[in-house]
């Protein structure tokens, strides 16, 4: 069974960090790629950003330069550097994956993050 635990959401001032993980707990099976998604109380779920099987990201306009994804293979894990950040960027975080050998995508519980002074 793949489950995708997230971990790292809270509160934090604006311009400070946060760095979200997603961990595929008891899984057999690699992730092949993922990607950072979030949705805002009222708008829909956005990309943030992805990560191919090749390391190859990809970040939406609005927090290019501030996030980073990057993938530990080791641990079967997908991180979010989260910098800089506004107060726009307050929403609930959800990782999703897809994994070697398995045909669907996989999404975590959502972590809410929340930009406040």
């Known amino acids: 069974q793949v489950q995708l635990v997230e971990s790292g959401g809270g509160l934090a001032q604006p311009g400070g960090s946060l760095r979200l993980s997603c961990a595929a707990s008891?899984?057999?099976?690699?992730?092949?790629?993922a990607g950072w998604y979030r949705q805002a109380p009222g708008k829909q779920r956005d990309l943030v950003a992805s990560?191919?099987?090749?390391?190859?990201?990809n970040y939406a306009d609005s927090v290019k330069g501030r996030f980073t994804i990057s993938r530990d293979n080791t641990k079967n894990t997908v991180y979010l550097q989260m910098n800089s950040l506004k107060l726009e960027d307050t929403a609930v975080y959800y990782c999703?994956?897809?994994?070697?050998?398995?045909?669907?995508?996989?999404w975590g519980q959502g972590t809410q993050v929340t930009v406040s002074s």
């Open positions: 990560i191919t099987s090749g390391g190859s990201t």
């Open positions: 999703t994956a897809r994994f070697y050998g398995l045909t669907q995508d996989y």
């Open positions: 008891g899984s057999i099976f690699s992730i092949y790629a």
